[in-house]
């Protein structure tokens, strides 16, 4: 059974650094992309980074590019989120999810297949 | 930069009905990077649908997806007392770094 299990969410002050941890298991972590996405306070789903398989690609979404690095560690099986200068706006749920890849038409398409029950971060 | 609209906002439906839920993209899109999941307070979201009309492993066949270019639909048919949740579109991107926008939602509530 795959299980991904978030860590690490807690009070920060604006302006302050945080680094969430994601466990993997139940699946061959180092064969799969991850994302992390998170849940704002009243708000929708809300994509925040990806990484390759190897953590040699990463994607950000805009609202915090160049605030947060996403990284893996293949041989603990684990993921994680750095963010930095935190800001109010930041409070919210932050999930993990494993990235499932198809090859359909010709080309690859991708979804978050499972996910963790997330962390809580709040910027206050 | 592509957005979701989900609609209705809330749909309120009794146990037995048919859920019918929309997404439209601001522009085309491969139908194969669309994604439905759902979404339960204090839960891990849930996927359901992949591909547009691709039901994820252990998904019942109450619940379908179907669309193509800008307008998608997830049914639900037969409602279930645990279908009652937030229910979430997602264009992902063509790489597992890209990520990708989600819809606004749409709760399916009990009338």
New interface residues.
């Given amino acids: 059974e795959v299980m991904l299990v978030e860590s690490g969410g807690r009070v920060v002050r604006p302006g302050g650094s945080l680094r969430l941890s994601c466990a993997a298991s139940g699946f061959k972590f180092k064969d799969f992309g991850m994302s992390w996405a998170r849940q704002v306070p009243g708000k929708g789903l809300e994509w925040v980074s990806g990484i390759n398989w190897n953590g040699m690609t990463t994607g950000y979404a805009d609202s915090l590019k160049g605030r947060c690095i996403i990284s893996r560690d293949n041989a603990k099986n684990s993921l994680y989120l750095e963010m930095n200068n935190l800001r109010i706006d930041d409070t919210g749920v932050y999930f993990c999810a494993k990235i499932k890849g198809d090859y359909v038409d010709s080309a690859f398409s991708y979804y978050m297949d499972a996910w963790g029950k997330g962390t809580a971060v709040s910027v206050s | 930069e592509i957005v979701l609209t989900q609609s209705p906002g809330t749909l309120s439906l009794s146990p037995g009905e048919t859920a019918t839920l929309s997404c439209r993209a601001s522009q085309r899109i ?1 139908s ?2 669309l ?1 439905w ?1 759902q ?1 339960k307070l ?6 359901l649908i ?2 547009a009309s691709s039901r ?1 492993t252990g998904i019942p066949d109450r619940f379908g997806g179907s669309g193509s270019g800008t307008d998608f639909t997830l049914t639900i048919s037969r409602l279930e007392p645990e279908d009652f949740a ?1 229910y ?1 579109c ?1 264009q ?14 749409t709760k399916v509530e009990v009338k």
């Fill in positions: 491969n194969q990077s994604a999941y979404h204090g839960q891990a979201p849930r996927l992949h591909g994820a937030v979430y997602q992902y991107g063509d790489s597992p770094w890209a990520g990708g926008p989600f819809g606004p939602g």
